[in-house]
């Protein structure tokens, strides 16, 4: 299958997931889906059947409300059964709405207050270097999440210890809970931010293309050499392929779907319900 495929099959497994709950964060799941296939596809060094391998490269996804996405892709490559799916959020559940690293096999660190995540993947990426195992050490932020000023400190702190193993991404999708992050904090330059903290940068043009990110993720590993953590900046839409989702815009961030809109979705995904 390959990866477009592959970014349509978890499109419609998050349509599902959220349909399940009647409501979630479709909007920022959505954006990162082709970040998380290309993660999961072609660089994650991971084994599904030990998820706790000790030198395995680690993801931590900060923006944590984007729980459905990780899901999604973590129940593709048989981390859990897809059953689990149709229990997000509901009690018991080893899928709550934000990430759980206690609740769901592959889960790498607990998130959901924005900012803290990102500190603890450069902890463990100074944890890794320490201990020279190899690994590669992945986060993912919001754009709205940049605003918190605990994501500045890390991004100290990674400059700092020369964290060469980190490679973060921004999901600019340009949105954030209850509107535009232009109008309610700009991050602009953001790109000349991150370069001011001492990370390599690498701006991706169309953060929902599979090439345009595997091929930013090719060169972040090219970089090692200049001992600087690197920030992959991805230009995304909130809401991306789903199209009642997009067409919401900034009232996407977290959407009640019937459903009639799961039906709409799936077929508009050219699946079966
Ligand atoms: C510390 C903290 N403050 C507020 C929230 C509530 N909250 C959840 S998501 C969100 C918006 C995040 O926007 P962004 O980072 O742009 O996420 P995305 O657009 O990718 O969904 C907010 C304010 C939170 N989870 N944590
Ligand atoms: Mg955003």
Request: charged fraction near 20%.
């Amino acid at each position: 299958m390959d990866l477009n495929q592959k970014c349509t099959q978890i499109r419609r497994l998050i349509l599902k997931t959220i349909g399940a709950a009647g409501s979630g964060h479709i909007g920022g799941s959505l954006s990162i889906v082709e970040l998380l296939v290309v993660l999961y596809e072609k660089h994650m060094n991971i084994s599904p059947k030990h998820p706790q391998k000790p030198d395995r490269d680690r993801l931590i996804v900060s923006k944590g409300h984007a729980g459905p996405a990780v899901y999604a892709v973590l129940c593709d490559k048989g981390y859990f059964d897809a059953s689990w799916l149709s229990t997000l959020n509901k009690p018991g559940t080893n899928l709550p709405s934000h990430c759980d690293m206690n609740k769901t096999p592959g889960v790498d660190m607990t998130t959901g207050s924005l900012g803290q995540g990102f500190s603890a993947a450069m902890g463990i990426a100074k944890a890794s270097q320490l201990r020279n195992d190899g690994a590669t050490i992945y986060t993912i932020i919001g754009d709205g999440e940049s605003q918190e000023g605990q994501i500045w400190e890390a991004a100290l702190f990674a400059a700092q210890h020369n964290l060469s193993n980190m490679i973060a991404f921004t999901d600019y999708n340009k949105m954030q809970l209850d509107g535009k992050v232009s109008d309610i904090c700009s991050l602009e330059p953001l790109d000349k931010k991150w370069e001011a903290f001492n990370w390599n940068v690498i701006n991706v043009k169309n953060g929902n293309d599979c090439d345009e990110i595997d091929r930013a993720i090719v060169k972040a590993k090219s970089l090692i050499n200049l001992k600087k953590p690197t920030m992959i900046i991805l230009n995304t839409t909130k809401g991306k392929g789903i199209h009642f989702a997009e067409a919401a815009g900034v009232n996407n961030h977290s959407m009640q779907i019937t459903p009639e809109m799961i039906e709409q979705g799936i077929i508009e995904l050219g699946g079966d319900l």
